[in-house]
């Protein structure tokens, strides 16, 4: 795949990323690959059904008793074992793994997997919307360089103090604001194709040359978790879901979620007990954000969804990462940076 050079990009010594979007009239550079390319189609063959009775397996309070540890790998964004693990991703995917959810087997379509034709059209309709997305953001910050800027410096800060006992980290941010503030920002992200039949029974680490990756710390996820115990107002403090982000190699905690919801509706006078948190994977995640499994991001969900953002990504080097981009067969590779300064995520301990 060729890239396109361009100053400023997030992703540090691994390279340029391509999909810059400059100008005031947010076009586009670059594009899905050309026929041909290492990256694959979106083609192959169909991957199992979503994990949808995940959920029951592991609320984080209420008897009995069994903290949420995330739910099955297949469903977030990346939807393989942990590096090193024997695979039980990949196409065909099938059922969860741990112990069999109480209520019977995980969900699947009665008529049969989607055909290729199926997966093809909806991988397509996500790389459009994702690219919408990206061009409505970048017409933003055309219009307005200084509040861009501004935005820019303060996911800096916001990096430098998550960051800040590693001073290589928060000199690396302090020098991309005073870059942002001095030249206008300018979001960077490469949205490409993976060959599914191969990425997806891939560790780790045999991931990084597939994505153009450094180091399996830039490997990212997104898991859709639900409060089920939710009641009153309905806002970033307080929504009934969350795409939670965090690094391919963690696990996510549902009590640490809830923690961290506590902890932010404190900070505004704003008590949350047990009773009314209740974390867990959400089932539903297909029709609530129109991804399909594995192909779940932070970015282009049909339902507005608020972000939480694992704290080691703070300290992520290079400034990039790479996500689900919609679809089984699309990532996204983006600037640290700009993915806080779109998303606006709540920062904290969920692993």
Known sequence: MTTESSSGAPGGPQGPLEGLLGGPQGHLKGGPPPP????????????????????????PQGPPEEPFRGPPEEASSEGVPHQGTPTQGGPPQGAPGGPPSP?????????????VEDEMEHSAEQERRMRSLFAADAAALAADPAAAAAAAAAAAE????????????????AAAAATAAAAGHVCEFRLFRINKE?????????????????????LC???????????????????RFYLVVLQSKDKLNGERVKDLIKAENAKVGRQLGNKRLNFN???????????????VGPLGSKKEIPVILSKPLLSLFPLS?????????????IGLLDLIR??????GVVC
């Open 36 to 59: 041909g390319s290492s990256e694959g189609a979106p083609g192959g063959p169909p991957e199992g059904p979503p994990a949808a009775e995940a959920a029951t397996q592991g609320a």
């Open 103 to 115: 209520s019977g087997p995980p969900e699947g379509p009665p008529e049969g997997p989607p055909s």
């Open 158 to 173: 916001v990096v430098a103090a998550g960051a800040s006992e590693e001073a290589a980290r928060a000199a690396a941010a």
């Open 198 to 218: 191969i990425y997806y029974v891939s560790n780790l680490e045999e991931r990084l040359p597939l994505l153009g990756a450094k180091t399996i710390n830039q």
């Open 221 to 239: 996820k997104t898991i859709v978790v639900e409060n089920t115990k939710h009641t009153g107002p309905e806002d970033r403090l307080n929504s």
């Open 281 to 295: 994977f959400c089932s539903s995640f297909e029709g609530l954000t129109g991804f399909k499994r594995n192909g």
């Open 321 to 333: 990462l790479f996500l689900g981009g919609g679809a089984p067969d699309l990532k996204l590779q």
């Open 342 to 347: 779109i998303t606006n995520p709540i920062i």
